[in-house]
């Protein structure tokens, strides 16, 4: 949410709503492979509790595989069809949310990705890779985001949270 006070306080309440859009259709867009991921925790803590390391990684790369292919689906969906969306969805005075979802939308993403190898770390008892992940994200998100924003408005807000995103996803992967 630190993106949204950042945007509040240089660009004014205004553009926030344009924000909030962008950021609730892809949380949306994010939370759905997400749901698949769910159940990884109590599946690999019994496998790390038979020290099973094989089945560990095997299931890392088959949950991984999955959770790409439908990411990457819906991230190029909404970055191809973002413009259409908001259109359709709120109209076209919203026309500057599109570039905001196409760039936040990215960012997602790519932290989706890293979300089998977050669930897995926790199932088998060390979730400090996903913990320093998460240090490294909060640190790195407002700071981008408020150096951007000044530069290049609310997309210099989406890009900093992106980069951001895209920094944590790598470290913890």
Known sequence: QADKLIVSRVLGLAAVSFYEVASRLTSFMRAVPLVMLSALIPATSELGVRNDRERIRRTYLLVSKYVAMVTAAMVAFLVLD???????????????????????????????????????????????????STILLSIVNPTLSLLLVRRFGAPGAAAGTTLALVIAATYLL
Do not use: K
């Open 82 to 132: 973002a413009g259409s969306i908001t259109r359709l969805w709120l109209g076209s005075s919203f026309d500057q949310s599109a570039l905001l979802i196409q760039i936040l939308a990215i960012g997602y993403g790519v932290n989706v990705l890293g979300g089998a190898a977050s669930q897995i770390g926790a199932g088998v008892g060390r979730p400090e890779f996903d913990m320093r």
